[in-house]
């Protein structure tokens, strides 16, 4: 660019480049030069015509020809009988709820309370359970009533050491509120702290809302200190990213199944668009938005 011309010559480009000099605009690259073709002189080099093939090896015209297919349309019968069934498919999806809708099209059963994968997680308070303890008899002396729970112990996060301990004969007996997941690492974290950090996260929270919480409940001071919490949400990451690839894979088979039902013409679905539009802190997710299918939420 030749700069602005109300500028001296000198400042009119731009700091640090060389000017070009008139003395070497001949040393750019030249274009390079076609050799030339010499044509033929004489009629007899020339390239004469192919010669001509037998009558029956020469192509059939009729090997040319592409069959036509017609296309088959609906009576309007079969169009109403078409659109009913789409609507009464789409009202019996609006007619229940956005989660017992998804749970149906996935095939879970929410009927029942039971966990199917992992461990159960309940929140008890000890007293409650000194006296369940009361009725039991301690297997050393054979006391009733002498058995009480101890948490004294060492705590990490939410996994804590209780000991039953009787009070006659001294004989104690501990172990962990929660098992440790399965990995390569000699140690590997306890399942309830993995199972806070995920659930903590899936509401939109983090490290100081899960203390907030835990103080709340009494349960500890300080739930997870926030390297840990960090540490554990990587290795967690590859695990939810597998889950969530699992789960949209799942959707697009049944969506698709779906709308074969309506009728209607494939990759032509009903989708709801939500994403940030504006910054909320130095933590947004500028540009991060959500594709949901308006019919069954998924």
Request: hydrophobic share 35%.
């Given at each position: 660019m030749?700069?602005?011309?109300?500028?001296?010559?000198?400042?009119?480009r731009?700091?640090g480049?060389?000017?070009?000099?008139?003395w070497?605009?001949g040393?750019?690259?030249?274009?390079?030069?076609?050799?030339?073709?010499?044509?033929p002189?004489?009629?007899?080099?020339?390239?004469?015509?192919?010669?001509?093939?037998?009558?029956?090896?020469?192509?059939?015209?009729?090997?040319?020809?592409?069959?036509?297919?017609?296309?088959?349309?609906?009576?309007?019968?079969?169009?109403?009988?078409?659109?009913?069934?789409?609507?009464?498919?789409?009202d019996?999806?609006?007619?229940?709820?956005?989660?017992?809708?998804?749970?149906?099209?996935?095939?879970?059963?929410?009927?029942?309370d039971?966990?199917?994968?992992g461990?159960?997680?309940?929140?008890?308070?000890?007293?409650s359970?000194?006296?369940?303890?009361?009725?039991?008899?301690?297997?050393?002396?054979?006391a009733?009533?002498?058995l009480i729970?101890?948490?004294s112990?060492?705590?990490y996060?939410?996994?804590?050491?209780?000991?039953?301990?009787?009070?006659s004969?001294?004989?104690?007996?501990?172990?962990w509120?929660?098992?440790?997941?399965?990995?390569?690492?000699?140690?590997?974290?306890?399942?309830v702290?993995?199972?806070?950090?995920?659930?903590?996260?899936?509401?939109?929270?983090?490290v100081?809302a899960?203390?907030d919480?835990?103080a709340t409940?009494?349960?500890?001071h300080q739930?997870?200190?926030?390297?840990?919490?960090?540490?554990h949400?990587?290795?967690?990451?590859?695990?939810?990213?597998?889950?969530a690839l699992?789960?949209?894979?799942?959707?697009v088979?049944?969506?698709?199944?779906?709308y074969?039902?309506?009728?209607?013409?494939?990759?032509?679905?009903?989708?709801?668009?939500?994403?940030?539009?504006?910054?909320?802190?130095?933590?947004?997710?500028?540009g991060?938005?959500c594709?949901?299918?308006?019919?069954?939420?998924?």
């Open positions: 030749g700069g602005d011309i109300r500028l001296k010559v000198n400042t009119r731009a700091y480049k060389k000017r070009k000099r008139a070497n605009k040393t750019a690259s030249r274009a390079p030069s076609l050799p030339s073709i010499s044509l002189e004489s009629e007899d080099s020339l390239p004469r015509s192919l010669p001509e093939l037998p009558e029956e090896e020469q192509p059939s015209v009729s090997a040319t020809i592409v069959d036509r297919i017609d296309t088959a349309y609906l009576t309007e019968s079969e169009e109403a009988q078409i659109a009913e069934n789409a609507r009464l498919a789409k019996g999806l609006a007619s229940t709820s956005a989660t017992r809708r998804k749970f149906s099209l996935l095939g879970v059963c929410h009927e029942t039971a966990v199917s994968c461990s159960q997680f309940v929140i008890v308070d000890i007293a359970l000194n006296e369940l303890m009361c009725s039991v008899l301690c297997g050393s002396c054979g009733s009533g002498s729970f101890d948490t112990d060492r705590s996060g939410l996994a804590t050491k209780i000991g039953m301990k009787c009070t004969c001294g004989a104690e007996r501990k172990t509120t929660s098992r440790r997941t399965k990995g390569e690492g000699t140690i590997t974290p306890f399942e702290n993995v199972r806070a950090i995920k659930a903590i996260q899936s509401i939109g929270k983090g100081t899960l203390n919480f835990c409940m009494n349960l500890t739930a997870l200190h926030h390297k840990t919490f960090q540490h949400l990587t290795r967690t990451k590859d695990a939810c990213m597998a889950a699992q789960s949209e894979q799942r959707s088979e049944i969506i698709k199944k779906l074969e039902e309506f009728d209607s013409p494939p990759g032509n679905i009903d989708v709801i668009y939500d994403g940030t539009w504006m910054t909320r802190g130095r933590r947004s997710h500028i991060v938005g594709i949901v299918e308006l019919c069954t939420g998924l």
